[in-house]
Nanobody, 127 residues
């Protein structure tokens, strides 16, 4: 079973940047596709981005395309989310997730497709 710990959240002004990190332990990192989801109060956890086990494929939610980049370093067992040109509507708790998955990444765009979750890191974007 893999454990996930997010870091890098914080307060940033609109237009700024943050890089989230998610360190994985307790499993074979390359067995997992990795994703980022976000959640705001009263709303369901929402897909942001996902990356394949090798790092060769990625998918993004439409609102973040061109602004966010997901990447992974398999030597460091870490996945990243580089967030640029942040907007107030990006404010949320961001969760890292892992899925034992080698198929079509589009199947991982819903939260219930993921197997393991971190505890989240808060991102607040001020106007």
């Amino acid at each position: 079973q893999v454990q996930l710990v997010e870091s890098g959240g914080g307060l940033v002004q609109a237009g700024g940047s943050l890089r989230l990190s998610c360190a994985a332990s307790g499993g074979t990192f390359t067995n997992y596709a990795m994703g980022w989801f976000k959640q705001t109060p009263g709303k369901e956890r929402e897909f942001v981005a996902v990356i394949s086990y090798s790092g060769g494929s990625t998918i993004y939610a439409n609102p973040v395309k061109g602004r966010f980049t997901i990447s992974r370093d398999n030597a460091k067992n870490t996945v990243y989310l580089q967030m640029n040109t942040l907007k107030p509507e990006d404010t949320a708790v961001y969760y890292c997730a892992a899925a034992t998955w080698f198929g079509d990444l589009r199947e991982l765009k819903t939260y219930n497709a993921m197997d393991y979750w971190g505890k989240g890191t808060m991102v607040t974007v001020s106007v």
